[in-house]
């Protein structure tokens, strides 16, 4: 267990597998809370059908361009937090999360 909560499971995914996960859970699957990275190009039309199934979503972006665009894709989300990481100075690259 995880800091003692007992209630808390933890699946490492990829989009493709994740959407056959659900498919086949459906409910089952308890899932509330889905993290996601993507690459730069952002979240793919399946990945964003998937992420509108959850109740909240923790988005780590490398590319605040395609956040903005998949944030806004994610109907009945919104943004509760952001955190903007400067780890490459000098360059336009930026981590959002």
Known sequence: HLAGLQNISFEQLDASRAAKFVAANGPKANFTTLLVDPPRAGLSPESLDIARGFDRIVYVSCNPRTLSRDLAA???HRAAAACLFD????????EVG
């Open 87 to 94: 780890q490459f100075p000098w360059t336009d690259h930026a």
């Open 74 to 76: 994610l109907d009945g």
